[in-house]
């Protein structure tokens, strides 16, 4: 009998498909490129994690946090999630919020 496979949820896929993992790690735990996105409910509502993926250098602009975030991995910078539909912004701010 064969096990049952479960299909990853739709965050993780975007995740996976977008190449998030290249930056963040497929672990989430960051590279040398990127920083760990584990524990991100401890800095994030869903609303304003939504809004970051969609405009990250506006909302960057106005948070010293991120500014020193995007200094230390220079010159990587997060790039905006123009090409996603809202549903899929919003189910990669659900899988990240999660994890």
Do not use: F, N
């Not at 896929?13 to 590279?31: A, K």
Request: charged content about 20%; some cysteine; aromatic content about 6%.
């Amino acid at each position: 009998m064969r096990p049952r496979l479960h299909p990853a949820p739709p965050g993780a896929q975007i995740y996976s498909e977008w190449g998030c993992g290249t930056c963040h790690g497929v672990d989430q735990r960051g590279t040398a490129t990127g920083p760990p996105l584990q524990d991100l409910a401890q800095h994030w509502q869903r609303k304003e994690l939504q809004q970051y993926l969609q405009h990250p250098a506006t909302i960057r602009a106005h948070d010293t946090r991120l500014q020193a975030l995007a200094q230390r991995y220079q010159p990587i910078i997060m790039p905006a999630a123009e090409d996603l539909r809202p549903e899929q912004i919003s189910a990669l701010a659900d899988y990240l919020l999660q994890h």
